[in-house]
């Protein structure tokens, strides 16, 4: 495939509006190629995330179920969390799996790298997939965290995403890869 001409924007100002610990947002003067000029362009701030597709020897699926204010919903998710400095993503993902699950142990691929939304986020996710695993522990849960942990099979995982039940993009992206290359669908 030809490279193509990145159509970069220039950033003729830079302005934080708010840095938290969960929320750092910007807003960016820009110069489109074009030469149009957009002095209010909001960009959001967040460190790199993981996820992880787990599944236990016996082919279950290791999932949670959590409460998500945004959408004031509760539903079926894969683990996922923060890239904490210092971390690797793969270094993340084990210590999120173990933390929230409890599970550990197994055969780690990188799946796929993705993003929630180019347009306005500077973060990626990184999707592993984690095979055989095992509980090793009981869930290290902070004081913000309310998770279940609950075993699925795949006619299960399969009727969640057929029925649209699983809300987070960043979890169904790498559920779907993983049920169209395994012709589960």
Not at 150 to 165: I, N, P
């Amino acid at each position: 495939m030809e490279k193509q001409d990145d159509r970069k924007w220039e950033v003729l100002h830079s302005e934080y509006l708010i840095r938290r610990p969960w929320l750092t947002a910007r807003r960016d003067s820009v110069r489109l190629p074009n030469g149009t000029e957009n002095p209010e362009y909001y960009v959001l701030e967040y460190p790199d995330w993981i996820n992880v597709l787990a599944l236990t020897r016996d082919g279950h699926f290791l999932m949670e179920r959590q409460y998500r204010h945004g959408l004031r919903y509760t539903g079926y998710e894969i683990c996922a969390g923060v890239v904490e400095a210092g971390e690797t993503p793969l270094e993340a993902a084990k210590r999120e799996l173990y933390e929230e699950t409890g599970y550990g142990n197994g055969i780690w691929t990188p799946y796929m790298t993705i993003s929630a939304n180019p347009s306005t986020m500077t973060n990626l996710c990184h999707c592993f997939l984690a095979t055989d695993v095992e509980p090793i522990s009981t869930q290290h849960l902070e004081a913000t965290e309310d998770i279940t942990v609950h075993l699925l099979t795949t006619d299960e995982v399969r009727a969640l995403l057929t029925g649209d039940q699983i809300r987070q993009a960043l979890m169904a992206a790498p559920l779907w890869k993983y049920f169209a290359e395994h012709h589960l669908l």
